[in-house]
T-cell receptor, first 113, second 113 residues
């Protein structure tokens, strides 16, 4: 069965600092991996996705993630945090054989002025 | 704006009652997914429909049912409501039945008193 683990339910960074949100997955078949962001009182918005090909994936708002098969990881990074990045971030895994996402428990990012 | 609409935005009801949540997918999308987001369970996949037919089932209770109509809108019916059913219910849509980017609606917040 597939699963996703997001380390750290809450992460705080200073404005301008590096953002690193961790995601590890478990999958017996090649995974499809996604990062979604949820702003307060809103639905989820796709930040980026990995299906096949290049392992470094660039997304919206300056975020990127690297698929590392050997480490079963798909960590989300952004070089310089902005106040507007404060939100909850969800990692999700799926694969070509199923039609559903398995979401992690989410990481709430706080950006300090 | 993802293009996915959900009504109502908020719903307050009593235990034992039945409610219907409605979702209209993005224009042209054939797949609709339902998710439940609660504090204790996180974001859980409930069910998927593709072009009117049930495609995948997740952690959906027997008290819950869904359907997708010929015009592709979907309804999630929740009956014999319990306090623990209080949650945010999200609908998402995607273009096809394969694993693909899902576009999320703003959600319906259900409160069971």
């Amino acid at each position: 069965a597939q699963s996703v683990t997001q380390l750290g339910s809450h992460v705080s960074v200073s404005e301008g600092a590096l953002v690193l949100l961790r995601c590890n997955y478990s999958s017996s078949v090649p995974p499809y991996l996604f990062w979604y962001v949820q702003y307060p009182n809103q639905g989820l918005q796709l930040l980026l996705k990995y299906t096949t090909g290049a392992t470094l994936v660039k997304g919206i708002n300056g975020f990127e993630a690297e698929f590392k098969k050997s480490e079963t990881s798909f960590h989300l990074t952004k070089p310089s945090a902005h106040m507007s990045d404060a939100a909850e971030y969800f990692c999700a895994v799926s694969d070509s054989g199923t039609y559903k996402y398995i979401f992690g428990t989410g990481t709430r990012l706080k950006v300090l002025a | 704006d993802s293009g996915v609409t959900q009504t109502p935005k908020h719903l307050i009801t009593a235990t034992g009652q039945r409610v219907t949540l409605r979702c209209s997918p993005r224009s042209g999308d054939l797949s609709v997914y339902w998710y439940q987001q609660s504090l204790d369970q996180g974001l859980q996949f409930l069910i998927q429909y593709y072009n009117g037919e049930e495609r995948a089932k997740g952690n959906i209770l027997e008290r819950f049912s869904a359907q997708q109509f010929p015009d592709l809108h979907s309804e999630l019916n929740l009956s014999s409501l319990e306090l623990g059913d209080s949650a945010l219910y999200f609908c998402a849509s995607s273009a096809s039945g394969r694993v693909d980017e899902q576009f999320f609606g703003p959600g319906t917040r259900l409160t069971v008193l």
